[in-house]
């Protein structure tokens, strides 16, 4: 018997009970107690988001290796550990610097936060979106400064448009059939 494919409906809800309540609770509470802020620059949010990124980031790298952090079987072996480097990625909670670990052969290739990746997918949909409301290059680029402290660029926002714009040139370019079967109901 095969086992059904799993939904993202049922990802999300598996992930969502993962997540301890009460952890949350006493995070939000611990926070507020420090004035540590839930958004914005520094907040709870962006620190959180920054843990989480280095965390998968340092899991990527234990499986490329075959070993955990300080483990003595990455001592004089082919390839092994060689230092972080800080990247700034625009995230949906705005800009996160996150510390990429690096190896000796240079061979690791992160998924999370692939190499030369500068913004996580959310942000690319928020400036689709504000382009399809109408809004110009400038209007985004100020937007995403305003709410997230992000500098993102005229051209940087011109070339997410572009790439959109390329797809949708191709769709509108391709053979049409002679005959549609078209249903009307009223």
């Known amino acids: 018997m095969e086992d ?7 990802l999300e809800a598996e992930a969502t009970a993962s997540v301890d309540d009460r952890f949350v609770e006493e995070l939000v509470s611990r926070a507020q107690a420090e004035g540590l802020q839930l958004t914005g620059e520094g907040g709870l949010l962006q620190q959180l988001t920054k843990r989480l990124l280095e965390s998968a980031l340092e ?8 070993y955990d952090r300080h483990d ?3 001592k004089n072996g082919a390839n092994s550990r060689n230092g972080k480097r800080t990247k700034t990625v625009l995230t949906d909670v705005g800009p996160v610097a996150v510390q990429v670990p690096r190896d ?19 942000v ?46 191709e769709w509108q370019a391709r053979p049409l059939d002679r005959v549609y079967p078209v249903v009307f109901i009223d």
């Open 4 to 10: 059904a494919p799993v939904t993202s409906e049922e």
């Open 104 to 122: 000796r052969d240079g061979g690791f290739e992160p998924r999370i936060v692939k190499k030369h990746q500068r913004r996580l997918t959310g």
């Open 72 to 74: 003595s079987a990455g």
């Open 124 to 169: 690319d949909e928020m400036v689709l979106s504000l382009s399809a409301k109408g809004l110009t290059h400038g209007e985004i680029s100020s937007h995403l400064a305003e709410v997230y402290g992000a500098d993102v660029s005229k051209q940087t926002i011109s070339t997410i448009t572009e790439s959109v714009m390329e797809g949708m040139a």
């Open 59 to 66: 899991g990527e790298m234990t499986d490329h290796l075959g």
